[in-house]
């Protein structure tokens, strides 16, 4: 019974660890994403010849 336990929980520990560091990756890679798509967007949305504005002139 010791090493059935043992076998389970070092598959256990090396799923919650593979898990951990795609998260970890994932969670990166979302955020370089995001912060990339907020100064494109942050960009264009000043730039000098920009018609959508919702002002009139």
Known sequence: MNTSLSTFLKIGV???VIAAL????????IETET??????KISST???LDTSSSSTR
Not at 22 to 29: N, R
Not at 35 to 40: A, I, V
């Open 22 to 29: 795609l998260f970890s990756v994932g969670y990166g890679m």
């Open 14 to 16: 090396t799923v919650v």
């Open 35 to 40: 912060n990339t798509y907020k100064d494109d």
């Open 46 to 48: 000043n730039h000098p």
